[in-house]
């Protein structure tokens, strides 16, 4: 199976959320993990932050940390 791009997937997800291919993607730079970062510019006034990462246990951390963010209402 070939490896699909992570600019790629993220495209994608874009497409499928935002309906719309975003105008910028930009990869920050990394920081303590495997897990790459990307800001998501979709318009003048849409900018999000996407990730991908490997490691199964450290994505679920990373879900289980947003939700309870978003719970928060942060």
């Known amino acids: 199976m070939a490896?699909?791009?992570n600019t790629e997937q993220l495209e994608?997800?874009?497409v499928k959320h935002f309906g719309t291919q975003p105008t910028?993607?930009?990869?920050?730079?990394?920081s303590g993990s495997s897990r790459e970062y990307f800001k998501i510019v979709?318009?003048?006034?849409?900018t999000v932050i996407g990730t991908h990462g490997y490691e199964i246990r450290e994505n679920k951390a990373f879900i289980s940390f947003a939700?309870?963010?978003h719970s928060a209402g942060l």
């Open 3 to 5: 490896k699909i791009n």
């Open 12 to 14: 994608a997800l874009c």
């Open 24 to 30: 910028h993607i930009e990869k920050l730079p990394m």
């Open 42 to 46: 979709i318009d003048d006034n849409t």
């Open 67 to 69: 939700q309870s963010l």
